[in-house]
């Protein structure tokens, strides 16, 4: 059984269990988390369109989010410590986000990197990253996250020049 499979196992049979161990789970993966270093960022570039406001704060929030729902399963980021292996890489979101949007195959609706990060994250099936057309592990849409966790979710991913 693939290590991806059993941590889906695991997630699910935690669902099924009371909201205290749920809990508990939670606050094991934070503290996991918690412990790895955060990767410092470059300064703003005053031409770059990725530029963002480097609040730690939010930034450690976003990162907290991407933890909590398993992003690093899928998505590779240095920054998270994660390797996924079914999803486009997260490294240099920003740069990449801003190519995509500007490529004459993109069908999503935004304009700017930020607004392709919260579309890829709501409704990914808006765009589908060449090259994972027909995976079998197509990206869920994260929509039941609140607006605070998908603004930390974009500022963090923003953060990836």
């Known amino acids: 059984m693939s290590v991806v499979r059993e941590g889906r196992d695991f997630m699910d049979s935690t669902k099924a269990r009371s909201g205290s161990v749920r809990l ?95 579309e890829s994250i709501v409704n990914p099936l808006a765009y589908v990253v060449p090259g994972y057309e027909s995976t079998r592990y197509r990206m869920p849409a994260y929509s039941h996250l609140s607006e605070g966790e998908l603004d930390a979710l974009v500022i963090l991913l923003m953060q990836e020049r």
């Open 24 to 118: 508990a789970v939670s606050l094991v993966v934070l503290l996991i988390g918690a412990a790895l270093p955060v990767k410092a960022t470059r300064p703003p570039d005053p031409t770059s369109p990725c530029n963002t406001t480097d609040d730690d704060a939010r930034v450690a929030a976003g990162l907290a989010v991407f933890r909590e729902q398993y992003c690093g399963t899928c998505h590779t980021l240095d920054t998270a410590g994660s390797a996924g292996m079914f999803g486009p890489t997260h490294n240099r979101m920003c740069s990449i986000a801003v190519e995509r949007i500007r490529n004459t195959s993109y069908a999503g609706s935004a304009s700017t990197a930020e607004e392709y990060v919260l």
